[in-house]
């Protein structure tokens, strides 16, 4: 007895865009079908290595193309793994994919049709985009082991029914009831023989399995492993089809990085670097994209042991030669061949991109703009690699608004004298730019990289040094520019009102002392050298981490009117009204001029309101 149900709300949101001709090239429906069969009988095979209890057929698996031309149909069938009925009502009936939301928002918000495509392509829905090309899709499968099958039907539009069969063979048969052709529209005539076989020769060819086409045993593909042939013998146009099938992304990949070990731990490994980056980079369920094969056999997807989070973009397979084939997750991040196998890669991937980096500045700023943030993960989690990821880094700095710099070329740059790297933190450029704190610097004409990213707060605590030169944040500790140090009879006129203002501002500052940073501004605030930055506090709270609060220094410029004023005023009488809201809006000023937040707004604007009502 069959059932009809509906679609997922945002499944039929999604199937209405792939349907109205999102796609201008359609010929991938057959890619995706292919794709999805293969992996299905990579999974068969896997199961049956590794479950002995398992009894089926895998002499001859395979994947067969029928092409009914009176029925205009196209069936797309393996004798794989096949589902459950509960599998078909959430892999097909639904998106289980964490990220779908923001996927359909990004395609409301692109208004053209090969960005749209591309964002679905990146997506890997696979299946849905049968119904490109077709007006009904059948569906019939049966899991290994088990004894019922499912058949699955719809047309795409809402709904669709689904039923259990006595007699449906093991694995998976994908029917397509075609749309009549269109050539205006780029749709073709998939009943015609040439038309497949062009497909599957230039999207499928490198697949591990026979592709037959209806009742020939003469496969349709190579069959070979691209990673395990030299690369001298494959074409580019190949790499950039299997990174498309291996990713599901709709571009060329940036670079592809084929090597191999030998010695006591043999492997191939075939890498790519994405052109762009995935919507789902800085998901928290977002996986890394690398397969694990053995000896051709298909272990796993998204193998977390062979490459570093920093690396999850980077897609591709490793197949090595000597692992048990029943291998488990656990047991992988302590296998020590493993970890042999990740230092390789990383060091590989970072080596590639130092020499794109050296040879095209121009295109490895195009990668860095993609994928700079997690690399500077890498910084914080792999001490071991972090001289060479120190050398791939590009930093925003005040040499230039437009071009970032490599720390390479700002120690190049350093004047003469000069002996640290200067950063500072915050949560833009124009705030940086406008803090009191790179005013003493500027004006000696320093460099001062800036830092807007949340992961910079973190890594440039983790990284002491680059190249023998210490990094140096502006607004900590105390700072040697050259200049002339404060005269002691001029620090002991000041010694007093510093007294008396950090007794009044006790519970926000733990000193209060003259500052050799400052130019134009009043007053500043910042951090001992060890303390942690306001920013970097607020994101530890912002993921639930109980923090104490970090009271930090208030500096004065004591060629500041302000300044020069207040400690007339507290010298004559320091319990003069309104000395006390002076040095709260002091401190509030201070606070503002480098991004910070009052802790009472409304209180410290009716104190600005009154102060401005009296001066008139």
Not at 96 to 123: M, N, V, W
Not at 399 to 413: I, N
């Amino acid at each position: 007895m069959s059932e009809t149900l509906e679609f997922q709300a945002e499944t039929r949101q999604l199937l209405q865009l792939m349907v109205h001709s999102i796609y201008s090239n359609k010929d991938i429906f057959l890619r995706e079908l292919i794709s999805n069969a293969s992996d299905a009988l990579d999974k068969l095979r896997l199961e049956s290595l590794v479950n002995k209890e398992l009894d089926v057929d895998t002499d001859d698996l395979h994947i067969r193309l029928e092409i009914d031309k009176d029925q205009r149909t196209l069936t797309v069938r393996d004798n794989g793994i096949g589902m459950s009925h509960d599998d078909v009502v959430s892999l097909i009936g639904t998106i289980a994919k964490s990220g779908t939301a923001e996927l359909l928002s990004k395609l409301r918000e692109s208004p053209e049709q090969q960005q749209r495509a591309e964002l679905i392509g990146q997506f890997g829905v696979g299946f849905y985009s049968t119904f490109m090309v077709a007006d009904k899709v059948t569906l019939v499968t049966r899991r290994a082991g088990e004894s019922q099958g499912t058949r699955w039907e719809s047309a795409g539009e809402g709904t669709y029914e689904i039923e259990s069969l006595e007699d449906a063979p093991q694995g998976t048969t994908v029917t397509l009831h075609l749309k009549p052709e269109d050539s205006e529209d780029q749709l073709f005539d998939y009943t015609a023989e040439w038309k497949v076989r062009e497909i599957v020769k230039k999207y499928s060819d490198f697949i591990a399995w026979p592709i037959r086409l209806d009742d020939a045993d003469t496969p349709l593909n190579s069959m070979k492993a691209l990673w395990a042939r030299p690369r001298s013998e494959v074409a580019d146009e190949e790499y950039n089809e299997f990174y498309k099938h291996v990713s599901h992304d709709w571009t060329d990949p940036f670079e592809t990085i084929h090597m191999r070990g030998e010695g006591t731990f043999e492997y191939e490994a075939l890498l790519f670097i994405p052109a762009r980056a995935p919507f789902d980079l800085f998901s928290r369920d977002g996986k890394r994209g690398v397969q694990l094969y053995v000896k051709r056999v298909f272990i796993m997807d998204d193998c977390e042991a062979l490459t570093p989070q920093y690396l999850r973009f980077v897609k591709g397979v490793v197949d090595a030669h000597d692992l048990s084939l029943n291998i488990s997750r656990e047991i992988l991040q302590q296998d020590r061949q493993i970890q042999v196998v990740r230092r390789r890669l990383v060091k590989k991937v970072l080596t590639t991109l130092k020499e794109i980096k050296e040879k095209d500045s121009e295109r490895y700023g195009t990668f860095w703009t993609e994928f700079g943030r997690p690399l500077k993960e890498g910084l914080i989690d792999d001490a071991e690699n972090r001289e060479a990821l120190l050398d791939l880094v590009l930093l925003s700095s005040t040499h230039s608004a437009e071009q970032p710099t490599s720390l390479r070329e700002y120690v190049e740059r350093m004047k003469e004298g000069q002996n640290d790297i200067y950063y500072m933190t915050g949560e833009s450029r124009a705030t940086v730019e406008n803090s009191p704190h790179l005013e003493a610097f500027l004006a000696k004409g320093y460099e001062v990289l800036i830092l807007t990213d949340p992961v910079d707060e973190v890594w440039v605590d983790q990284v002491a040094q680059y190249d023998g030169r210490q990094l140096q944040s502006v607004a900590k500790g105390q700072v040697d520019l050259g200049a002339e140090e404060i005269a002691p009879e001029r620090s002991e006129g000041f010694a007093p009102l510093l007294s008396w203002l950090g007794a009044k501002l006790e519970a926000d500052v733990k000193e209060v002392r003259l500052s050799t940073r400052l130019t134009t501004s009043a007053a500043c605030i910042v951090g001992d050298a060890d303390d942690i930055t306001p920013t970097l506090e607020k994101m530890y709270r912002a993921m639930g981490q109980p923090m104490p609060h970090t009271k930090r220094i208030l500096e004065l410029n004591p060629d500041h009117p302000l300044v020069g004023g207040l400690r007339d005023a507290h010298a004559a009488d320091s319990d003069t009204p309104g000395l006390a809201e002076t040095a709260e809006l002091l401190y509030g000023i201070a606070l503002l001029s480098e991004g910070g937040e009052l802790a009472d707004p409304s209180r410290f604007t009716r104190l600005i309101a009154d102060r401005l009502a009296r001066s008139l």
